[in-house]
């Protein structure tokens, strides 16, 4: 298995080393990288590109490592002895797979995406290195083990909320995606609006990066807000010449709200624009 990136995911060299060096060797490839560029969406093209079944595991805040391996709930067994329901008499009814049991009985070679792993608690990672590095669990109710009959292509995302342990990083291979530039941004563009107007592809990537450049700004756009941007710029038939204006009353980009996600940064261009008009006035 070799990820050569895709016609629908503009991958670097450097992310494509990355990720045919975690299927070498066997380790679990770590993503990180500003949001919005392009980790989650990495294992669903890797998937897609090995013609691998792709398993999902989102991590929130209150998920267990335990989730992932399985859930038993006692509670629904006690209420259905009381109720003199047979069920009981088999306690698999009461176990819920998790996504890496899913994973291990798979017949063929899957890739296992477990996005954003530093939302959970600190012990999350700890709790799975067992797990990530024999590829077995024990299921304590039933007494069986379950391993996986193909090792999974493991790809974990983070977006650097936290620090992960040092025991976890060193079973990982690690990868940092760095933000696009110019050229690599071009090339994204291209490949989500195929045929789009040179100027104007040229005028937003002006203006994106103009505004990512701003001294004080709390979120800087990233690469998916960028594509939403361009793609209001089409359904609204903005010119590339409404880019381009010089006006300091208009300094602004149109649609942003597409590209400033919070007040405060809304608030700076407003005070950057009064600022310019003042200085034009005194001119």
Partial sequence: MRFEGS??????????????AAITLERP???????????TVLAIEVAKSVGAPLIEWHVK?????????????????????????????????????????????????????????????????NDLLQELDRMEFFVYETGETIRARHRPIVIITSN??????????????????KFPDAETMRDIVDVHFPGLKRHLVAESLRVFFELRDVPGLKKRPSTSELLDWIKLLLSEDIAPEMLSETDPRKLIPPLHGALLKNEQDVQLFE?????????????
């Fill in 7 to 20: 016609p629908r995911y503009v991958a670097t060299d450097d992310l494509r080393i990355a990720v045919n």
């Fill in 29 to 39: 490839l770590l993503v990180k990288g500003e949001p919005g560029t392009g980790k």
């Fill in 61 to 125: 805040s209150t998920t267990k490592a335990q989730q992932g391996l399985y859930d038993y709930d006692a509670v629904s067994r006690l209420r259905d002895s009381q109720l003199g329901d047979k069920r009981v008499e088999n306690i698999g009814n009461y176990i819920k797979k998790g996504r890496l049991w899913d994973a291990f009985e798979m017949d063929q070679r899957p890739v296992l995406l477990i996005d954003e792993i530093d939302k959970a608690d600190i012990e999350f990672p």
């Fill in 160 to 177: 650097s909320e936290k620090e992960l342990p040092d025991a976890f990083l060193r079973r990982c291979f690690f990868h940092f995606i």
């Fill in 271 to 283: 005070r950057l624009a009064f600022l310019s008009r003042r200085r034009s006035e005194q001119r």
